[in-house]
Nanobody
Framework: QVQLVESGGGLVQTGGSLRLSCVASGSIFGITSMGWFRQAPGKQRELVAFIISGGITNYADSVKGRFTISIDNGKNTVYLQMNSLKPEDTAVYYC??????????WGQGIQVTVSS
């Protein structure tokens, strides 16, 4: 089994920055991609960003130019650098891992709150 543990969330003011981390542990035989989703109250869970283990990235239009995703394959850790934060970014953020073998895993979620 794989466990994903997120950290780095919290409360910031508009325009501030946060860096989320997600560490994967357990029986991991290969990572196809890791990414971040978020869910705000009353809204559907949406993709924020993902990164293929080789380094190719993809971002939601709403965060392009503000967020940066990166991965440390040796540590099985994915990061999300969040700059120029807006109140609309307020949500629970979930780490996601797609394994080469073994399916998909999810973190428990971490709160990000951006105040005006």
């Amino acid at each position: 089994q794989v466990q994903l543990v997120e950290s780095g969330g919290g409360l910031v003011q508009t325009g501030g920055s946060l860096r989320l981390s997600c560490v994967a542990s357990g029986s991991i035989f290969g990572i196809t991609s890791m990414g971040w989703f978020r869910q705000a109250p009353g809204k559907q869970r949406e993709l924020v960003a993902f990164i293929i283990s080789g380094g190719i990235t993809n971002y939601a239009d709403s965060v392009k130019g503000r967020f940066t995703i990166s991965i440390d394959n040796g540590k099985n850790t994915v990061y999300l650098q969040m700059n120029s934060l807006k109140p609309e970014d307020t949500a629970v953020y979930y780490c996601n891992l797609v394994q080469t073998i073994g399916g998909t895993a999810w973190g428990q979620g971490i709160q990000v709150t951006v105040s005006s």
